[in-house]
């Protein structure tokens, strides 16, 4: 079992910043992939950002160049920092680690970001 817990949501008005942790603890192997996944209301649950274990990143269309995902391997953390917010970013947004060979994946609580114009 992995446990998430997140930090760092809260209420920014548009064009400003925040940053998002994520520390998961528990049975963790090396080669996984940790992310993060936002939910609007009325929504479908989608991908923002991940990076592997070895550093190798991929990012939404909507959230390149705004966004940057980091990992701290040893402390089995990873960052999402969030620049020139806009109100569509307003979700809440879910860290997610994963085991791609076993396919077993594990979600945070979730934290809320709401972007205000």
């Known amino acids: 079992q992995v446990q998430l817990v997140e930090s760092g949501g809260g209420l920014v008005q548009a064009g400003g910043s925040l940053r998002l942790s994520c520390a998961a603890s528990?049975?963790?192997?090396?080669?996984?992939?940790m992310g993060w996944y936002r939910q609007a209301p009325g929504k479908q649950r989608e991908l923002v950002a991940r990076?592997?274990?070895?550093?190798?990143?991929n990012y939404a269309d909507s959230v390149k160049g705004r966004f940057t995902i980091s990992r701290d391997n040893a402390k089995n953390t990873v960052d999402l920092q969030m620049s020139a917010l806009k109100p569509e970013d307003t979700a809440v947004y879910y860290c997610?680690?994963?085991?791609?060979?076993?396919?077993?994946?594990?979600w945070g609580q979730g934290t809320q970001v709401t972007v205000s114009s």
């Open positions: 997610h680690h994963a085991y791609p060979t076993s396919g077993r994946a594990y």
């Open positions: 990076i592997t274990s070895g550093g190798g990143t």
């Open positions: 528990g049975s963790i192997f090396s080669i996984n992939v």
